[in-house]
């Protein structure tokens, strides 16, 4: 069974204090690693995909890796407004449908 | 920018009532899916649509769920009997390819009493 597992669950950072996000994934067939950003009351909101090992993305202050057993989220000095939730997916095969199984998150609190 | 929409935002319902939920996706995207999700943990897979078809359904999904996509464009998911383990916060999402990352609404907030 494909699993996803984030760390740490939880994480403050000062405001300009970079860090690291871990999603440690296994799975067979990788499709795709995907990385949201959840809000209070709202809906996964959608900021990266990676499809193979050594791929990274870039958008404003953050940068997604992936390995082939691990994506990283780096946040570079934060700010407060980068405060919300960030979910890990990734999509393989599971009976002829692209299955896609998240992670719990890791809860990120920014402080000015 | 038109993004999947989804209503009611908030369901208060009594235990032992039906409830029904629509999820109005992006309009060029072919693929539609619904989760559960509670507090605390991430989005679970409920069931998922290819235009009209229903083609996966999770094993989470008893016999009091029931989703349908008529003509491939709006779909409803309806819940019998619900029972206080019915709450949580259910997503809908699109894509319009398969692997294609998935654009979810705000959810709606069930509240079983």
């Known amino acids: 069974e494909d699993q996803v597992t984030q760390s740490p669950e939880a994480l403050r950072l000062q405001e300009g204090e970079s860090s690291s996000l871990n999603c440690s994934y296994t799975v067979s067939g990788l499709r795709g690693l995907f990385w949201y950003r959840q809000d209070p009351g709202k809906g996964p909101e959608f900021l990266f995909t990676l499809y193979s090992a050594g791929e990274e993305k870039e958008k404003e202050r953050l940068k997604a890796t992936l390995t082939k057993k691990e994506s990283f989220l780096h946040i570079t000095a934060p700010k407060p407004e980068d405060s919300a939730t960030y979910l890990c997916?990734?999509?393989?095969?599971?009976?002829?449908?692209?299955?896609?199984?998240f992670g719990t998150g890791t809860k990120l609190q920014v402080i000015p | 920018d038109t993004g999947v929409s989804q209503n009611p935002r908030h369901k208060i319902t009594k235990r032992g009532q039906n409830v029904t939920f629509r999820c109005d996706p992006i309009?060029?995207?072919?693929?539609l899916y619904w989760y559960r999700q509670t507090l605390g943990q991430g989005p679970e897979f409920l069931t998922y649509f290819q235009n009209e078809a229903q083609l996966e359904k999770s094993r989470l999904l008893s016999d009091r769920f029931s989703a349908e996509r008529p003509k491939g464009s709006f779909s409803t998911l309806e819940i019998q009997r619900t029972e206080q383990g019915d709450s949580a916060m259910y997503l809908c999402a699109s894509s319009f390819l398969a692997g294609q990352p998935q654009h979810f609404g705000d959810g709606t907030r069930l509240s079983i009493l």
């Open positions: 997916a990734v999509q393989a095969y599971s009976g002829g449908y692209q299955k896609v199984t």
């Open positions: 309009s060029e995207h072919n693929r």
